[in-house]
């Protein structure tokens, strides 16, 4: 028993006999591991989708609510839309198969959202890319490129043409999206 509960409990004869040090204890570590779980997620829905002002960005339709390690109460992030890095993000085409490349979406440093890429794979075996340190995961998008000779160009490309593929993931409640076991299934795509 630590010494506030004694000295609550010590007080009053009728805290004590309900032991209301220990109980309001209880509820101070309950909310000290709830705050632990927390940091880190998406609290509601960024609303991802092609962006509106340049179709070559992704755009945070919603003002969300995310929780970051190092806040003791949610923040808000506002709309925004959110460029590709040119060639880091590019995907190669392949002229017999489609290609799949998964994007991070994610919160950094003094709410920067940044694209974090995965590895460019087939349909099916392109890589999700980690969370970078620090980083507060909102969504995602995978965007898949036709078989053929068209690359996916991130500085030049619009996200509705003909030889691409995209869908957006919005991540709400998701500490670690490498944890879920399988990607499309468990996420929202509203």
């Known amino acids: 028993m630590g010494q506030g509960q004694r000295t609550l409990n010590d007080m009053n004869p009728a805290a004590k006999a309900v032991g209301l040090g220990t109980r309001l204890l209880r509820l101070i570590n309950l909310a000290r591991v709830q705050h632990t779980q927390a940091a880190g997620i998406c609290v509601t829905s960024p609303g991802l989708a092609i962006g509106s002002g340049s179709k070559k960005k992704v755009l945070i339709t919603n003002t969300f609510l995310f929780w970051d390690s190092a806040s003791t109460l949610p923040k808000k992030k506002t709309t925004a839309e959110i460029d590709f890095t040119a060639t880091d993000h590019d995907v190669v085409a ?59 160009d991130a500085t030049t490309d619009e996200l509705d043409e003909a030889h691409i593929t995209d869908e957006y993931y919005n991540f709400v409640g998701v500490a670690n999206p490498l944890d879920l076991s399988t990607i499309p299934a468990a996420l929202s795509t509203g």
């Open 94 to 152: 392949n002229a017999s198969a489609a290609r799949e490349r998964w994007y991070l979406l994610s919160i950094v440093a003094a709410g920067t959202v940044t694209i974090t890429a995965g590895v460019q794979g087939a349909v099916g075996a392109g890589t999700f890319p980690a969370t970078p340190s620090g980083g507060t995961p909102i969504g995602a998008v995978r965007l898949e490129v036709a078989a053929g000779a068209t690359d996916f």
